[in-house]
Structures are given as C-alpha cells and as structure tokens.
C-alpha cells in the first residue's frame, strides 16, 4: 500500500516529507523498544512507535526505514522533524493507538517485519 | 594483509542524548560514498549505533576508531566509564542495567551488546571496573548474511 493511502487510512498528519509519500509499503515494524527495531531491521519497512525523542529518527535512519508513523497523539520536536527531513524520512503522526494502527494497516495487506 | 583505505576517529560524550548517533550517521555517510553493499552499511550502522547508545547512557565519554579495509569494517569503540564486572551476564540478551530514564528513551532493554555481536562477523569486549570498556565488531564487505 502506498504511504499516502496509509495517511488517509489513519487519518494522519504528515509532519515531513510530504514530497515521499509516493513509496509502496509492505512490511512494517512496530515498538517504543529501538533495540527491538535495530535487531531485525526490515529495510523499506514503516516504522510505528509511541517514541518521540531524536533516537526514534535515528534508529529509522540506521535500520533505512523510509517513513516513521507516530501513533496515540504523540508528536516529535522540531529537532527530530528537521534530522527526518535531512534524512529524507517521511514522519507522519497519528491519535490512533499502536494496536488499532497495526489492525487497520495489517487488515490492508501491511505485513509484519518482526 | 588487508589494506587500509580509510580510518576515522569520532569522539562520543557521555549523556549527550541528543547527539547520540552522529557518529554512526557520519560512519554510514562515508561508506555510501565509497559504494559500499547496502546490507554491510546497515549492519555497521546498527552496530555504531547501539555501541553510541551505550556509552551515552553508561559512559562518561569514548574514542571511536573506524577503519575500512580492503576486506573489512572495524569499529573500535574504547570508553572511559565504569566498566563491566560480569561480561558474561552483559551479554545476555535481556540483561539490563539501565534506569527507567533510560528505557522510556527506547534503549535498555538488554539488547545493545547481543544486537552489535549479532551483527559482526567478529567481536571481542574487555572492561576494567572503573576504567571503561573496550568493544571491537568486525564486518566483512564480501557479506554472504
């Protein structure tokens, strides 16, 4: 499913890199646990997280995940949408929660990585 | 005799949460500039990475050597900090030191060590209570994984 259609489904705010939501994502990752991320990166993958602090852009970055979803209202600072934006990693936010965010996208054909 | 073609030193401040991860980020830069296979960056990144976590939470600061060779990565990261009195036990998946502060950052879950050993084709740790931790992680480019 492509990243834009994730957008619409989870009624999302796209906080950087609106210009990258073209990409097709098939696998995503989800944990507040960065090491659980960076143990089994699944690169391409979305990656889903309540964590806001600049290591949630960093571990996208390392792992090459193209597009961070913060989910339950939870917004970064302006410092990790400016690290995404050097990164090219799209960052998008979501009120709705970790378990429903992984329904909807895994209801959709989004598999998991982990 | 492998030959070295790059060697670079970073150093890493101890509680600097915020830079945290430039130096794995200027580590994976670099090797995307010499064309490096995708998997191998990756594996380095993830290996700087958590080793740049570590000293950031436990460390009070640490010199970072990386060498690229014809043959190989290596990330040689030596912290002056308080060092490891159980290797063993440090390297058990799960087993974790870290304070709530720490877990609530994403990291202390007792997974650094085995996620950076996981990903090296050779590893080796030596700590000194009181004096600071030595880790080394070899990648090999030729990555058959």
Not at chain 1, 61 to 83: F, T, W
Not at chain 2, 25 to 32: G, R, V
Not at chain 2, 83 to 111: H, K, V
Request: overall charge negative; some cysteine.
């Amino acid at each position: 499913m492509k990243l834009k259609d994730i957008v619409i489904l989870l009624e999302a705010e796209v906080l950087s890199g609106a210009e990258l939501l073209d990409i097709d994502i098939g696998t995503a990752v989800a944990s507040d646990g960065m090491s659980e991320i960076l143990a089994a990166p699944h690169p391409g993958a979305l990656m889903i997280t309540g964590l806001t602090n600049i290591q949630s852009v960093r571990t996208a970055e390392m792992a090459d995940l193209p597009a961070i979803l913060y989910v339950r209202g939870k917004r970064p600072n302006d410092k990790c949408l400016e690290l995404a934006a050097a990164k090219r990693i799209s960052v998008l936010a979501t009120r709705i929660g970790m378990f429903e965010t992984c329904g909807l996208l895994r209801e959709r054909g989004v598999r998991g990585g982990m | 005799m492998a030959e070295v073609l790059l060697q670079r030193t970073f150093e890493v401040r101890g509680r600097d949460f915020d830079k945290a991860g430039e130096t794995s980020s200027e580590i994976k830069t670099l090797l995307k500039e010499v064309g490096i296979d995708p998997a191998v960056i990756r594996r380095a990144g993830v290996v700087t990475f958590e080793a740049e976590m570590n000293v950031v939470m436990y460390a009070n600061s640490a010199t970072v050597v990386f060498t690229l060779s014809d043959e190989d990565i290596s990330i040689e990261v030596f912290d002056r900090g308080p060092g490891i009195a159980d290797i063993d036990l440090a390297m058990q998946e799960g087993y974790s030191t870290a304070t709530d502060e720490m877990r609530q950052m994403g990291f202390g879950f007792g997974m650094g060590l085995p996620n950076i050993k996981k990903n090296s084709d050779g590893f080796t740790i030596e700590s000194e209570v009181g004096k600071g931790t030595r880790v080394q992680s070899v990648i090999k480019l030729n990555d058959n994984r």
